[in-house]
């Protein structure tokens, strides 16, 4: 709805003030579409620049060629989303443990907010206390 329907997100941010977050799925730093399928031109800092006064939450940011795959967050393209924005991000994909919560932790500064960690936890390769742990520090 964010790439298509900009005018619809951003009309729901002003009705529910922080309480909208901007999915912004990528494949090689462009926006992905229609459950992935489809790639757009518009690069993910672009697309994030768009929503910057529309009152959104945060943007949850899925590097689509690492989610499910525990290959390792995309620390690299999450930083460089954070760090083009005024929005928080919110990482997601690829997540393998331990290891990805410290190195997204240090960038917390450069507006990482939060990370979701799902099959990591399902499958037993990252333990939930000690990630949120490192998330409270």
């Known amino acids: 709805a964010a790439m ?3 005018d619809l997100v951003k ?6 003030p922080g309480g909208i977050v901007v999915a912004v799925d990528a494949k090689g730093g462009m926006v992905a ?3 992935w399928a489809e790639t757009t031109e518009v690069s993910v800092a672009d697309m994030a620049k768009r929503f910057e006064d529309a009152g959104v939450a945060a943007l949850l940011f899925t590097d689509v060629g690492r989610d ?5 967050c995309n620390i690299d393209a999450t930083v460089d989303l954070a760090r083009a924005t005024d929005i928080p991000v919110i ?3 690829g997540v393998r443990g331990i ?4 190195a997204l932790n240090v960038h917390a500064r450069d507006g990482i907010e939060g990370v979701i960690c799902g099959r990591a936890i399902y499958d037993g390769s990252l333990d939930l206390g000690a990630a949120l742990a490192v998330a409270e520090k």
């Open 68 to 72: 499910g795959m525990m290959k390792g």
């Open 33 to 35: 579409t229609r459950g």
């Open 99 to 102: 290891a990805d919560i410290h």
């Open 91 to 93: 990482a997601s994909g």
């Open 11 to 16: 009309g729901a941010a002003k009705d529910f």
């Open 4 to 6: 298509e329907d900009p």
